[in-house]
C-alpha cells in the first residue's frame, strides 16, 4: 500500500515564497511571531515619544507664562512710572502757574504803587478851592483824568478801600490819629487822610491813612 493511499491528518499546508521555494509553517510561525515583537517594540516607542511630547509641552507651557508673568510684571511698573510722571508734571502746571499768577499779581501792585501818588495829587488838585473860570475849567479837565483812572484800576481789579464811617481794620487801614468822641461808634474811622487801594479784594497795595474814633 502506497502513502498516498493514506489520507493526510492534521498536516500543515506548505506555501510557496516569493523565491518560487516551500515556505514551511513553523517558517511562517517564527515570522509571525517576530512581527508581533515589532509592533509590540514600537507601540512601546510610540508610548515614549507621546510621553515625551507630553512633558515638553508642559514645560514650554510653564516657559510661556513665566514670559507672560514677567510682561505683565514690567507693564505694570511702566504704567506705575507713567502715572507718577502724569501727577509730578500736574503738580509742575499748577505750581508754575501759581507762580505765574503771583508774579503777575506783584507786578501790578509795583506798577500801581508808583502811580498812586499821581492820582493822590491830582485829587488834591480838584480839592483846592478856585474862583476864576479858567481854574474851574482846570479842575474839570483834571476830574475827567481821575475818572479815567479810576475806570483803568477797576478794570485791573484795583480798587479804592473804604474807610470812612467803617470799622477800623488793622489788615486795610493804618491809624494815624485818634480820639475820643461819644457821637462815634467804637473804632469809627470818621476821617481818611490818604486813601487806600486793595487788589482784588486780596492784596492790599497801599492802607488807607484814618483817624479812629473810641
Same mark, same amino acid.
Given at each position: 500500500m502506497n502513502n498516498k493511499d493514506f489520507p493526510e491528518v492534521n498536516r500543515p499546508a506548505e506555501t510557496m515564497t516569493g523565491d518560487g521555494e516551500m515556505e514551511s509553517? /513553523?517558517?511562517r510561525e517564527d515570522a509571525g511571531q517576530s512581527g508581533q515583537t515589532q509592533k509590540t517594540s514600537a507601540s512601546k516607542d510610540n508610548s515614549k515619544m507621546e510621553h515625551a511630547d507630553g512633558d515638553g509641552s508642559e514645560g514650554e507651557i510653564k516657559t510661556l507664562r513665566q514670559a507672560l508673568e514677567k510682561k505683565e510684571n514690567e507693564i505694570n511698573e511702566l504704567?506705575?512710572?507713567t502715572q507718577r510722571?502724569?501727577?509730578?508734571?500736574?503738580?509742575?502746571?499748577?505750581r508754575t502757574n501759581r507762580?505765574?499768577?503771583r508774579l503777575y499779581c506783584d507786578s501790578v501792585c509795583d506798577v500801581v504803587s508808583k502811580i498812586l501818588p499821581v492820582v493822590?495829587? /491830582?485829587e488834591r488838585a480838584i480839592a483846592?478851592?478856585?474862583e476864576t473860570e479858567e481854574g474851574k475849567s482846570l479842575?474839570?479837565?483834571i476830574s475827567m483824568i481821575i475818572r479815567q483812572m479810576s475806570d483803568i484800576l477797576e478794570k485791573i481789579g484795583v480798587k479804592p478801600i473804604e474807610a470812612v464811617g467803617k470799622p477800623f481794620d488793622p489788615e486795610l487801614h493804618h491809624a494815624v490819629m485818634h480820639v475820643e468822641d461819644d457821637s462815634y461808634g467804637e473804632s469809627e474811622i470818621i476821617e481818611e487822610f490818604q486813601k487806600g487801594y486793595i487788589y482784588k479784594d486780596e492784596i492790599v497795595i497801599r492802607h488807607s491813612m484814618v483817624r479812629v474814633a473810641n
Amino acid at each position: 500500500m502506497n502513502n498516498k493511499d493514506f489520507p493526510e491528518v492534521n498536516r500543515p499546508a506548505e506555501t510557496m515564497t516569493g523565491d518560487g521555494e516551500m515556505e514551511s509553517p /513553523l517558517a511562517r510561525e517564527d515570522a509571525g511571531q517576530s512581527g508581533q515583537t515589532q509592533k509590540t517594540s514600537a507601540s512601546k516607542d510610540n508610548s515614549k515619544m507621546e510621553h515625551a511630547d507630553g512633558d515638553g509641552s508642559e514645560g514650554e507651557i510653564k516657559t510661556l507664562r513665566q514670559a507672560l508673568e514677567k510682561k505683565e510684571n514690567e507693564i505694570n511698573e511702566l504704567l506705575d512710572r507713567t502715572q507718577r510722571l502724569a501727577a509730578e508734571y500736574d503738580n509742575y502746571r499748577k505750581r508754575t502757574n501759581r507762580e505765574k499768577e503771583r508774579l503777575y499779581c506783584d507786578s501790578v501792585c509795583d506798577v500801581v504803587s508808583k502811580i498812586l501818588p499821581v492820582v493822590d495829587n /491830582l485829587e488834591r488838585a480838584i480839592a483846592a478851592e478856585v474862583e476864576t473860570e479858567e481854574g474851574k475849567s482846570l479842575r474839570e479837565g483834571i476830574s475827567m483824568i481821575i475818572r479815567q483812572m479810576s475806570d483803568i484800576l477797576e478794570k485791573i481789579g484795583v480798587k479804592p478801600i473804604e474807610a470812612v464811617g467803617k470799622p477800623f481794620d488793622p489788615e486795610l487801614h493804618h491809624a494815624v490819629m485818634h480820639v475820643e468822641d461819644d457821637s462815634y461808634g467804637e473804632s469809627e474811622i470818621i476821617e481818611e487822610f490818604q486813601k487806600g487801594y486793595i487788589y482784588k479784594d486780596e492784596i492790599v497795595i497801599r492802607h488807607s491813612m484814618v483817624r479812629v474814633a473810641n
